[in-house]
């Protein structure tokens, strides 16, 4: 008998505050508002008005902060390259598939 093992992960770690994120991704709270205003990164609000952000989100933090310092691009103009690297990998993903298929 086989059966995968999963690492479970609480709905209340799954979301950081905006503090927690802020530590964990060395960036001030400040810029990381202005990375989610922007889009480029994604949070849920609660009633309260409190910023909680998916742990995940930290590996979008690190791209932007690579596409910042490799190519000294504005944050609007990394979410138009953000969009487009993320279109080009559905693309090649699905032009994978079809080569798999044609085999």
Same mark, same amino acid.
Do not use: K
């Given at each position: 008998?086989?059966?995968?093992? &999963? #690492?479970? &992960?609480?709905? @209340?770690? *799954?979301? $950081? @505050?905006? *503090?927690?994120?802020? &530590?964990? @991704?060395? /960036?001030?709270?400040?810029?990381? #508002?202005? $990375?989610?205003?922007?889009? $480029? ?5 609660? =009633?309260?008005g409190t910023l909680w952000i998916s742990r995940s989100e930290l590996a979008a933090v690190a791209r932007v902060q690579r596409l910042r310092a490799g190519f000294a691009l ?5 979410? /138009? &390259? =953000?969009? %487009? /690297?993320?279109?080009?990998?559905? %693309?090649?993903?699905? /032009?994978?598939?079809?080569? #798999?298929?044609?085999?």
């Amino acid at each position: 008998m086989s059966y995968a093992m &999963v #690492r479970a &992960v609480r709905p @209340s770690l *799954e979301r $950081l @505050s905006l *503090e927690e994120f802020a &530590v964990l @991704s060395g /960036l001030h709270p400040d810029l990381i #508002r202005r $990375l989610v205003a922007l889009g $480029l990164i994604e949070a849920h609000c609660d =009633t309260a008005g409190t910023l909680w952000i998916s742990r995940s989100e930290l590996a979008a933090v690190a791209r932007v902060q690579r596409l910042r310092a490799g190519f000294a691009l504005n944050y609007a103009a990394i979410g /138009l &390259v =953000t969009d %487009l /690297l993320d279109r080009i990998a559905v %693309l090649e993903a699905a /032009l994978r598939a079809a080569q #798999r298929q044609g085999r």
